[in-house]
């Protein structure tokens, strides 16, 4: 869940917590506040490498960033809710 809202608080859901640091640019996973604290990107990882090998390039990252935020609320007995994702679709708890 928290990486879902660092992904989407500033300028909406776009996967840009996950961007890796450049020799030129800190990412925001790597900056004071998030590291080491934030964490999740092995999940977010291999679940978009998953996806990749059946459907390469149909779902994005914000999507698995906000579905599995949605997904670990509802495991810990959270509640559930729908989601809309970039393409449109509805994903439903």
Same mark, same amino acid.
Request: aromatic content about 6%; hydrophobic content about 45%; charged content about 20%.
């Given at each position: 869940m928290r990486m879902?809202?660092?992904d989407c608080f500033v300028m909406g859901?776009?996967?840009s917590?996950?961007? !890796? *640091?450049?020799? *030129?640019s800190t990412a925001e996973k790597d900056s004071c506040a998030n590291n080491p604290s934030l964490r999740g990107y092995d999940v977010i990882d291999n679940a978009k490498a998953r996806l990749e090998a059946v459907c390469k390039g149909v779902v994005s990252i914000a999507d698995i960033v906000a579905f599995a935020a949605r !997904? *670990?609320?509802?495991i810990t007995g959270g509640l559930g809710y729908d989601l809309v994702s970039l393409s449109g679709?509805?994903?439903l708890c």
């Amino acid at each position: 869940m928290r990486m879902h809202f660092h992904d989407c608080f500033v300028m909406g859901c776009d996967g840009s917590v996950l961007l !890796d *640091s450049t020799p *030129s640019s800190t990412a925001e996973k790597d900056s004071c506040a998030n590291n080491p604290s934030l964490r999740g990107y092995d999940v977010i990882d291999n679940a978009k490498a998953r996806l990749e090998a059946v459907c390469k390039g149909v779902v994005s990252i914000a999507d698995i960033v906000a579905f599995a935020a949605r !997904d *670990s609320i509802a495991i810990t007995g959270g509640l559930g809710y729908d989601l809309v994702s970039l393409s449109g679709l509805i994903a439903l708890c």
